[in-house]
Nanobody
Framework: QVQFVESGGGLVQPGGSLRLSCAAF????????IGWYRQAPGKQRELVAS???????NYADSVNGRFTISRDTAKNTVSLQMNSLKPEDTAVYYC??????WGWGQGTQVTVSS
């Protein structure tokens, strides 16, 4: 069983930036495609960004050009750099395999508000 640990969330003003980090026990990041997901209140969880084992990245239209997903194999982490944040980016952010293959972690809350 893989356990994901997300961190880096917080309260930020519109236009600000945050960097989320995802850690997992075991070297799964080099074996599986990984995705960052988010779930806003009252909405379904959605895929925000993904990175393949080969490093190919994909983004939801709503974040394309503002978010960047990256993988650090030495640190065994996957990060999500979020720039030009908007109120509609407010959500709990999670990481998991893509498609999801294990249980969900606690997530990290991102709140974009003035």
């Amino acid at each position: 069983q893989v356990q994901f640990v997300e961190s880096g969330g917080g309260l930020v003003q519109p236009g600000g930036s945050l960097r989320l980090s995802c850690a997992a026990f075991g070297s799964i990041f080099s074996v599986y495609d990984i995705g960052w997901y988010r779930q806003a209140p009252g909405k379904q969880r959605e895929l925000v960004a993904s990175i393949s084992r080969g490093g190919r990245t994909n983004y939801a239209d709503s974040v394309n050009g503002r978010f960047t997903i990256s993988r650090d194999t030495a640190k065994n982490t996957v990060s999500l750099q979020m720039n030009s944040l908007k109120p509609e980016d407010t959500a709990v952010y999670y990481c998991n395999a893509h498609p999801p293959g294990w249980g969900w972690g606690q997530g990290t809350q991102v709140t974009v508000s003035s």
